[in-house]
């Protein structure tokens, strides 16, 4: 399986922008920049498309491990936040800390740690990234 993406951009870094699309068209033409990655800008960048990724991947593997434990989960809510800082002349993702919180009938709090520790080292999101991976993951 290969998924694709495309990113075209014009000018220089900092005044440039771009835009971004995916083979499935959910990205269609959608813009980036420097304030878009850098300020607040409205449009995307690339960390907050890693975060989505990690968020997701995740999610869906903890789904698919409560599955295979026989548990059905009301609900799994995943927030990702993916930290950009400084390395020498350029910028590294250094962190992802994941922060779910999830509805799960009839498992306990052991169970569910273990299940949610397997999936954060088994989403191949995270084992892409060359990052710290934190989890915070509670039953509500």
Not at 26 to 47: C, D, H, I, Q, W
Not at 51 to 71: D, E, K, S, V
Not at 74 to 80: F, N, P, R, V
Not at 114 to 122: H, L, S, V
């Amino acid at each position: 399986m290969i998924r694709k993406a495309k990113a075209v951009w014009q000018g220089t870094g900092r005044d440039g922008t771009g835009h971004l699309s995916s083979e499935s068209g959910v990205l269609a033409a959608t813009p980036y920049s420097f304030k878009t990655r850098f300020e607040n800008e409205k449009g995307t960048n690339p960390e907050e498309l890693i975060a989505a990724a990690h968020a997701g991947c995740f999610t869906m593997a903890l789904a698919f491990g409560l599955q295979l434990a026989g548990f059905t989960p009301t609900e799994l809510s995943t927030e990702a936040a993916v930290s950009l800082e400084p390395e020498g002349k350029g910028f590294k993702i250094s962190k992802s800390a994941l922060t779910l919180r999830a509805k799960v009938p009839n498992l306990d709090d052991a169970g569910f740690a273990r299940i949610a520790g397997e999936a954060e080292k088994n989403c191949p999101v995270s084992k892409v990234l060359n990052a710290e991976i934190s989890l915070d993951a509670k039953l509500v």
